[in-house]
Structures are given as C-alpha cells and as structure tokens.
C-alpha cells in the first residue's frame, strides 16, 4: 500500500486518476505517447516505417552475414519501440488513469497557454502521421534529396497511411471499445466503501517486470545508479574537486613547491 502525501507531486506512486480532472490534458499526453511509441495513424508510425523499409532495401544489396545484422537491428528497433510505448503506458496509467488521490480532487485543467502548446504538437502528430506522403515528404524531405542530386528512394514502400488509419485506427479501435465499453473494476473491500490509505498505486502493476529472473539484477543495478551518466559525472566531480582542495593546504611553502614544479615540468617540455 502506498501512504499519501499531502502535498502536490511529481511522484508518479503519489498520483493517479487525474483524466477525470484534465481530459485535455490526458488526451494531448495520449498522443504524444503512442506518436513516439510508433502506433499507427500517428506521425511516429511513418517515421520508423521509413527505418524499417530503409533496412529492408538494404539487405538486398549485402551479403547473408549483414542480412542477419540487420534483422537484428529491425527486431532490436521493434523490440525499442515496443518498450518505449510500455513505459509511457505506465506514466499514463500511474499519473491519468487509476484511482484518483482524494487531495487531487479539486485539481484543474492546465492553463490555455499550455493546451494551446501541446494541442499544436498535437495536431502535427495525427496531421503528419495521416498525410505523411502528402505533406512531410513532398514539401520537407523530397525538395532536400533532389537539391542535393539525389533520386528519391522510395520511402513509403507499401505503407498508406490512409488505409492504415481505416483499418488499424478505426475498425481496430470500434472492435476494442465494443469489447471493454462495459469493463469496469471497482476495489474489493467486502462491500464498504474503500479507504484512503489502501490505494493502491498505478507503478504496483509493474512490480513483476522488476522481479523478473532477467531484469531483477539490471534493476537493482539502476537503483544504485550504476548506469547514470549524471550521477557518475557528478561523483567524478567531487571527487576531483575535493583532491583540488587537499592540494591546497593554505601553506605557503607548499605553494612555492608547486611553482617550481610546474616551471621544470614546462621547461622539459618545451
């Protein structure tokens, strides 16, 4: 159970719930996170397809090692952009969706300057992925690759954005709401209404990922921020400040030594 604070947050254990508050909102989040994640009809989706035909074609040209090297690179890509959409599904089940924190309850949408921001990006993102042809590569991408005399490849392959938003988005979509329209959950507590304290946080779901045989190390290993390039950084920097400041006694004689040192290091150099 994940006891509360009161206070506001960017704890993702302390929210939840806030798409009741900010439908806006969640929906310019939802966007942008299956945008990036690659999800077709979304501008995302044409993006990695460009990645995926551009390995394709490049096969046809090398030999049976590097074709195997860059099946491993189309399954490490679609393995990337599969992990990508399972950790913004985990922002917006743990900070939009849920159960909301009872101190959340009077929250508001966020300002109109900022719906304006992301609802724009939005918009890019649906107008981008649908017309990815029509727009993005005729008026962007084609007018560069013929300037630099270039011909232009074929970038789209057997990819329609049109078709694919018919039936991925829409016939997919109306099949998946017909099937959970009437799923719902509520909190089992044996018929009484459910308190406070025993909410239970959106990131608990996840918590057989971490224990999983294969990631359980690598996990504990990132909690202890072994692979934090910023944390790494900044205890090289202490620890190289602090043998600056040993280095610095506050004795003259010392200060003296250092000069005449460095004057013999520089005099054998040059």
Sequence with gaps: MVQLKNDLTAELDYLGGLGKNMPITFLMALIGALSISGIPPFNGSFSKWMIYQGLIEKTSTLGPGYQLWLLACIIITVFGSASTLASFMKFLHAAILGR????????????????????ILSLLCIVFGILAVALPLKY???PVIEASGMSIPSFAGLYDPVIITLLFALLLGLLIYGLTAKV???????????????RIAGTEFYNEVRNFTLLKSIYNYAEKKYFDLYEMGREFTFSFSGFLQKAHPRQLQLYVLYIVVGYLIIMLVV
Aim: proline residues 8%; hydrophobic residues 35%; aromatic residues 22%.
């Design 100 to 119: 909301r924190p009872y101190f959340y309850k009077d929250i508001k949408e966020a300002p109109v300057n900022q719906l304006l921001s992301t609802g």
């Design 184 to 198: 719902r959950y509520d909190v089992y507590v044996g018929g009484m209404p459910a308190m406070e304290k025993f």
């Design 140 to 142: 962007f991408i084609y």
